[in-house]
Nanobody, 123 residues
Framework: QVQLAVAGGGLVQAGGSLRLSCAASGRTFSINGMGWFRQAPGKEREFVAAINWSGDSPAYGDSVKGRSTISRGYAKNMVYLQMNSLKPEDTAVYYC????????????????WGQGTQVTVSS
């Protein structure tokens, strides 16, 4: 099993920045892909970003491309999501996910999920 602990959400004004972190523990050797997803009230879970465990092949959803950066922190099995130029439409619960395979954008293909963290962007 893999456990994912998410931190870093909060309230921020439009145009501001946040960095979300995801700490993986347990059978991390089984991980090949890490992803961030978000879900706003009444909407489906949306792909935000993903990166291979090796740190290559970052991928971004269209809604955050150019404003966000996903990265790996090797010291403590961390994955970060830096979000800049935040907009009110970025308001959602953000989730970290892991899978045995490489990066994909479909939430249904991820094996492990962390708890969500609320990100609220005020206008």
């Amino acid at each position: 099993q893999v456990q994912l602990a998410v931190a870093g959400g909060g309230l921020v004004q439009a145009g501001g920045s946040l960095r979300l972190s995801c700490a993986a523990s347990g059978r991390t050797f089984s991980i090949n892909g890490m992803g961030w997803f978000r879900q706003a009230p009444g909407k489906e879970r949306e792909f935000v970003a993903a990166i291979n465990w090796s740190g290559d092949s970052p991928a971004y959803g269209d809604s955050v491309k150019g404003r966000s950066t996903i990265s790996r922190g090797y010291a403590k099995n961390m994955v970060y999501l830096q979000m800049n130029s935040l907009k009110p439409e970025d308001t959602a619960v953000y989730y970290c996910a892991a899978r045995a395979g490489r990066v994909v954008v479909s939430a249904s293909l991820y094996d492990y999920w962390g708890q969500g963290t609320q990100v609220t962007v005020s206008s």
